[in-house]
């Protein structure tokens, strides 16, 4: 069964660097997501993404966060300047259509520190 | 997006049918019904989505009441790997490109062996 993946699952960072969070999305789906989860808290949408921009965006979603998808393939996200409070495990999902259902990655733990 | 009312935890045993409640009374019409699951550690897992008409598949049953205020996501029979955080969400079809999830806090449910 196709599955999204992401890469790392576990990255450790400085505050104040740049990460990027890799995704590869199910290669037919057309709309891609990512969301958060701080530990022990809810999952929190972040962005969409259809035909190569962004469809919606959150409130956290803000000037330090942005989403590429640069061959095809891939969707990262990029973020600029790591604050501790960005330390969370962050899903990418994908779907075929609209009102299909997602499909989410394993993850990605990202701790700022 | 309307809002749902889960509750907090449920525990059954294992072998045992479990039904997962959820209140939904301010639906509208053109919100589908979705059921979601995380297990530990991983990402979000689609379960199960129905509009109106009562729904089954490999996973599990969902049963709508008539006034769609309510429903319940229904696993059959539930294995240790059922323990899990279910989310009831819904899902407005006419909504734009966007068409994020919007979670909640779930039910955690608990099976015992």
């Known amino acids: 069964e196709p599955e999204v993946t992401q890469t790392p699952s576990h990255q450790v960072t400085q505050m104040g660097q740049e990460v990027i969070l890799r995704c590869v999305p199910i290669?037919?789906?057309?709309?891609f997501y990512w969301y958060r989860q701080i530990l022990g808290q809810k999952v929190e949408f972040l962005v969409s993404?259809?035909?190569?921009?962004?469809?919606?965006k959150s409130e956290i979603f803000d000037d330090q966060f942005s989403v590429e998808r640069p061959d095809g393939s891939n969707f990262t996200l990029k973020i600029r300047s790591t604050k501790l409070e960005d330390s969370a495990m962050y899903f990418c999902?994908?779907?075929?259509?609209?009102?299909?259902?997602?499909?989410f990655g394993p993850g990605t733990r990202l701790t700022v520190t | 997006d309307a809002k749902t009312t889960q509750p907090n935890s449920m525990e059954s045993n294992e072998e045992e049918p479990v039904h997962l409640p959820c209140n939904h009374s301010?639906?509208?019409?053109?919100?589908?019904i979705h059921w979601y699951r995380q297990l530990p550690s991983q990402g979000p897992e689609y379960v199960i989505h129905?509009?109106?008409s009562n729904v089954n598949n490999r996973m599990a049953s969902l049963a709508i009441a008539e006034d769609r205020k309510s429903s319940t996501l229904i696993l059959h029979r539930a294995t240790l790997r059922d323990a899990a955080v279910y989310y009831c969400?819904?899902?407005?079809?006419?909504?734009?490109?966007?068409?994020?999830?919007?979670f909640g806090a779930g039910t955690i449910l608990r099976v015992k062996s």
């Open positions: 999902a994908s779907v075929l259509a609209q009102t299909y259902e997602q499909y």
């Open positions: 290669s037919n789906h057309l709309y």
């Open positions: 993404f259809y035909n190569n921009e962004i469809s919606e």
């Open positions: 301010t639906i509208s019409g053109t919100d589908y």
């Open positions: 129905g509009l109106t």
């Open positions: 969400i819904l899902r407005d079809w006419t909504a734009g490109n966007g068409n994020k999830l919007v």
